[in-house]
């Protein structure tokens, strides 16, 4: 009988699990979005020349996997607070760092994640010659992307390519074009 009482609290106690600090996600975006401190708006970065602010490296063996695929990538700032969501920058590695928006609810939960960079080119086989790839967050959360790029392809001897998209985070955290 004493075996049984035993075994039973210990069968109790063990399948309890109490929660730690941190382990849940609404922890640790919070925690998160203290450690990379807020992205000064206008945010600005320009590909080719500028060294994106680095703050915060992600790690495999943490809850930044649930977030951010590239575990060689880094989260570079969190927008102002806006009460309703967290809004982080972050790089991807490639060629260069490719910047990012994730955005974020209190209490977790992915809203919306979109390249803010390069990806929106959609691409053509062609040689570059050169190429602007700029991006900038107002501080009403206007997003403003301009990608130009000159080149050849086979078929002629110099095209200009330039996109403008603008982009705008809602009140929801959404980004919407």
């Known amino acids: 009988m004493k075996h049984l009482i ?4 210990m069968l109790l106690f063990g399948c309890v699990q109490k929660e730690q600090p941190g382990n ?16 000064k708006l206008p ?8 060294n994106p602010d680095l703050r915060h490296k992600i790690s495999k063996n943490s809850l930044d996997t649930l977030y951010f695929h ?8 969190v927008l102002p607070d806006t009460s309703t969501y967290f809004g982080f920058i972050f790089y991807e590695v490639g060629d260069s760092f490719y910047p990012f928006l994730l955005t974020v ?5 992915i809203i919306d994640r979109q390249s803010i960079g390069i990806a929106h080119f959609g691409g053509i086989a062609i040689d570059v010659e050169s190429c602007v790839d700029m ?5 009403d959360l206007q997003i403003d992307m ?15 390519k330039t996109i403008e998209v603008c982009n705008k985070i809602s009140g929801n955290g959404s980004i919407t074009s």
């Open 6 to 9: 035993i075994t039973s609290f």
């Open 24 to 39: 849940n996600r609404a922890t640790y975006i919070r925690e998160l979005a203290k450690r990379v401190s807020t992205q």
């Open 43 to 50: 945010f600005k970065y320009d590909m080719a020349n500028d």
């Open 70 to 77: 590239d575990l060689n990538g880094s989260v570079g700032g």
């Open 105 to 109: 609810d209190n209490e977790g939960r």
């Open 135 to 139: 991006v900038s967050i107002g501080e």
């Open 146 to 160: 301009l990608y130009t790029l000159y080149g050849t392809s086979e078929t002629n001897d110099s095209i200009p």
